[in-house]
């Protein structure tokens, strides 16, 4: 478990991280969402001790990272600025993680099948490509067997077979009850594997939910219909309080009204309807919602 206690840090002025608190649970793949500049890559570095909070405080398992004795047993990380030595073969950059954490050597073959690389084990990381480079900061994350990892946009750099091997590995580590923080700009793969989602955007949180909450408490549901007359029905709609929204084929998209409600406003009026249909929206969309409320709000 991870715990993040009303963790702060700035730089010049400008705090980057304000006050943040959350819990990271075991059990299930909690996707870390927001802008760019929210802080995510920042409050990550804070948790590996990377970078040292002005406030507040991470414990993982209730101790700090830095007082883990052989982190790599513990927490597996991934961050996007991490750069292993370009001279190393991909065998010996994972053997020396193994030896500083006392990491049976066995694991070095064991992650390397895993994650893919058996045939470049031997080869030197500066010829390996983007995606090589990406399934070898991962092995290196799962090198300890770790019951928690932190992952920085690791899907940077995967084709799509290995985005899809990577979804499969993380639910299956969750499902083992491992606790599991992924960030991504990504929202659509985000969508696919993460259960519970931590929203911040400029250093503050703003969402800590499971991922069908946060769609049902901030997206908005959209109604698609097509009438027989578009403008009488526009108009009938907003007295009712809705938004339509004319779209090229000739119909409406609406919102503030459900489906049943505008089917007996179009039959009250005589309206007949070729289409009516209810489209939930996507994690995409209501992140972009909430993160343009906070704009609108004057909270950027």
Known sequence: MINVVNLTKRYRRRAVVDDLTFTVRPGA??????????GKSTTMRLMLGLTR?????VSIDGRAYRDLRYPARRVGALLETSAPHRGLTGADHLLWIARSNRV????????????????????RIGTYSLGMAQRLGLAAALLGDPAVLVLDEPVNGLDPEGIRWLRDLLGRMAADGRTVLVSSHLMTEMS???????????????????????????????????????GLLARELERGGASPIST????????????????RLAAAHGVLLDELSTHTASLE??????????RENGHV
Do not use: C, Q, Y
């Open 248 to 263: 090229p084929d000739g119909g409406l998209e609406v919102v503030g009204l459900p489906a049943a409600e505008i089917s």
């Open 29 to 38: 793949v909690t996707g870390f969402l927001g802008p760019n500049g929210a």
């Open 104 to 123: 049976a050597r066995k694991r070095v073959g064991e992650v390397l099948e895993t994650v893919g690389l058996t045939d470049a084990a031997r080869r």
């Open 53 to 57: 909070p002005d406030a507040g405080s």
């Open 192 to 230: 696919l594997v993460a259960d519970h989602v931590l929203v911040i955007h400029r250093g503050r949180l703003l969402a800590d939910t499971g991922m069908a909450d946060f769609i049902r408490r901030h997206g908005r549901t959209r109604v698609r219909v097509r009438p027989s007359d578009p």
């Open 285 to 294: 969309d209501t992140f972009l919602e909430l993160v343009g409320e906070e």
